[in-house]
């Protein structure tokens, strides 16, 4: 069979493919290929996600190399995993259609299912990080205004035509229940989809810093001043500014913003009581009956506490001189941070030829 992990964004996927690339020899001996397609990416298979006209005309280089993996596991009778959360955009005709590239019939995807009201400002702020300057008031109230096309709280949008498709089979990891369980998601991953059982992770578990929420409205400040590449996302921006900025920068970018936009700060509060977000409930625990592992019967899906946030308007102080001052320090600091040789594709293909020479 193919398992087609699909994310998405902001569920761990980042951790799940580090520990699915390391524990490769481990899982290709428990009858699972996790393939290495690309010299550029290794650890996960973002340019699948990015082939789809590839794919679908099945032609290409990367077409050949998964080809060339199908064989590789087709001869040792083994299962092939897969994973990018850039599988967002396609149609169940694009999975089936890398399936019968992979030389696979069964295909089955893996989702894992995060509360979509605490996941809306997860997916602001990450949007932030690649530059986007709207605020989370604004993103809120749009996604709010059509919850049920709204790809960050309607899980259906992805799902629904997945679920559609009988030749597709559907699996949804319940990431708040694993959690809770306080079970390993690697570990609960191979579980409940590869049925692996007590399979431990190799690379450690990466706790994300939680950072007050005025460096990410610093950053929309940053990036209209121009802060980040010209571009519709600059995936590296906020590596770049992390790197950049140490502890005492960023105290001083939270205290000065909290201090100059006291008067532009609303408070956010998301009900899950909210009618809107109780209708969304039921129809995603009525839709997806029988496949959330592990198995499920709590209702409400999505129970918790009602969500707050903080936003601010930013036009009403960033032209502040103090404001000014430090987006003036953080261009000097984006500017001159070293040329990193080893993130280079040149680096990447001499690290490939050391692995393959036992280096």
């Known amino acids: 069979m193919l398992v087609i992990h699909v994310g998405p964004r902001k569920t761990a996927s980042t951790y799940l493919q580090a520990n699915f690339y390391r524990s490769r020899k481990l899982l290709w001996r428990k009858g699972w290929l996790y393939p290495v397609l690309s010299l550029k990416v290794r650890n996960a298979h973002h340019e699948i996600g990015s082939s789809v006209e590839d794919i679908r005309s099945g032609r290409g280089p990367m077409v050949e190399a998964i080809r060339k993996a199908g064989r590789r596991a087709a001869a040792h009778d083994a299962n092939i995993l897969v994973s990018t959360e850039s599988f967002f955009r396609w149609s169940p005709a694009d999975f089936l259609a890398l399936g019968a590239l992979f030389g696979q019939d069964?295909?089955?995807?893996?989702?894992?299912?995060?509360?979509?009201?605490?996941?809306?400002?997860s997916l602001w702020a990450e949007a932030v990080k690649g530059g986007a300057t709207r605020s989370l008031s604004a993103y809120a109230e749009r996604q709010v205004a059509s919850?049920?096309?709204?790809?960050?709280?309607?899980?259906?949008?992805?799902?629904?035509?997945?679920?559609?498709?009988?030749?597709?089979?559907?699996?949804?990891?319940?990431?708040?229940?694993?959690?809770?369980?306080?079970?390993?998601?690697?570990?609960?991953?191979?579980?409940?989809?590869?049925?692996?059982?007590?399979?431990?992770?190799?690379?450690?578990?990466?706790?994300?810093?939680?950072?007050?929420?005025?460096?990410?409205?610093?950053?929309?400040i940053l990036s209209k001043a121009g802060g980040a590449d010209s571009g519709p996302r600059d995936i590296l921006y906020w590596r770049r500014f992390l790197r950049s900025h140490d502890a005492t920068d960023m105290a001083k970018i939270?205290?000065?913003?909290?201090?100059?936009?006291?008067?532009?700060?609303?408070?956010?509060?998301?009900?899950?009581?909210?009618?809107?977000?109780?209708?969304?409930?039921?129809?995603?625990?009525?839709?997806?009956?029988?496949?959330?592992?592990?198995?499920?019967?709590?209702?409400?899906?999505?129970?918790?506490?009602?969500?707050?946030?903080?936003?601010?308007?930013?036009?009403?102080?960033?032209?502040?001189?103090?404001?000014?001052?430090?987006?003036?320090?953080?261009?000097?600091?984006?500017g001159r941070q070293p040329f990193r040789w080893?993130?280079?594709?040149?680096?990447?293909?001499?690290?490939?030829i050391m692995r393959r020479i036992g280096l």
Not at 306 to 318: G, L, N, P, Q, T
């Open 254 to 334: 939270a205290e000065t913003v909290a201090r100059l936009g006291a008067d532009s700060r609303s408070f956010l509060r998301f009900e899950r009581s909210a009618p809107w977000f109780s209708a969304l409930d039921e129809r995603a625990r009525t839709a997806l009956d029988g496949r959330i592992a592990p198995p499920t019967s709590r209702r409400p899906l999505f129970a918790g506490e009602h969500v707050e946030a903080v936003s601010y308007d930013i036009a009403r102080f960033e032209n502040h001189p103090e404001i000014v001052a430090l987006v003036d320090m953080s261009k000097r600091k984006l």
């Open 106 to 121: 069964d295909v089955r995807i893996a989702y894992v299912l995060r509360d979509p009201l605490s996941l809306m400002p």
């Open 147 to 220: 919850p049920e096309t709204s790809m960050a709280l309607n899980c259906l949008v992805e799902l629904g035509p997945l679920l559609a498709e009988p030749r597709l089979k559907l699996t949804v990891l319940d990431f708040e229940q694993i959690r809770k369980e306080k079970i390993d998601i690697f570990t609960a991953f191979c579980a409940e989809i590869l049925d692996i059982e007590g399979l431990r992770p190799a690379a450690p578990a990466t706790r994300n810093e939680r950072l007050a929420p005025e460096i990410y409205d610093y950053l929309r």
């Open 342 to 352: 080893g993130r280079t594709g040149l680096a990447a293909r001499l690290r490939a």
